[in-house]
Nanobody, 126 residues
Framework: QVQLVESGGGLVQAGGSLRLACLVSGGTFGNYMMGWFRQAPGKDREFVGGITRSTDAAYYADSVAGRFTISRDNAKNTVWLRMKDLNTADTAVYYC???????????????????WGQGTQVPVSL
């Protein structure tokens, strides 16, 4: 059974930084395209970014490009989301997700992702 567990969330002040981690177990991590999503209060879940299996090429939503960085270590079964210059619009529950079927560029649709973590909250205060 594949499990994804996020960690690293918590209250952060605007302008601050935070790094989220997602540990994957029960599957072959290197076989998964990994994505990060977020859901703000009262809004739909949205794509934040994704990273390919082995080339480590990362792709980002326009709203976070230049501020967020996704990386992975296949030996540690872990993907990270480093966030900087946070603002209140970044307040959300952040989820990692694993896509076992897509090759090429990470897909932005949550329907492409088979496995999901439970989410970690990131409130950004003024």
């Amino acid at each position: 059974q594949v499990q994804l567990v996020e960690s690293g969330g918590g209250l952060v002040q605007a302008g601050g930084s935070l790094r989220l981690a997602c540990l994957v177990s029960g599957g072959t991590f290197g076989n998964y395209m990994m994505g990060w999503f977020r859901q703000a209060p009262g809004k739909d879940r949205e794509f934040v970014g994704g990273i390919t299996r082995s080339t480590d090429a990362a792709y980002y939503a326009d709203s976070v490009a230049g501020r967020f960085t996704i990386s992975r270590d296949n030996a540690k079964n872990t993907v990270w989301l480093r966030m900087k210059d946070l603002n209140t619009a970044d307040t959300a529950v952040y989820y990692c997700a694993a896509d076992q079927d897509t090759w090429g560029i990470p897909r932005q649709s949550e329907n492409a992702y088979t496995y999901w973590g439970q989410g970690t909250q990131v409130p950004v205060s003024l």
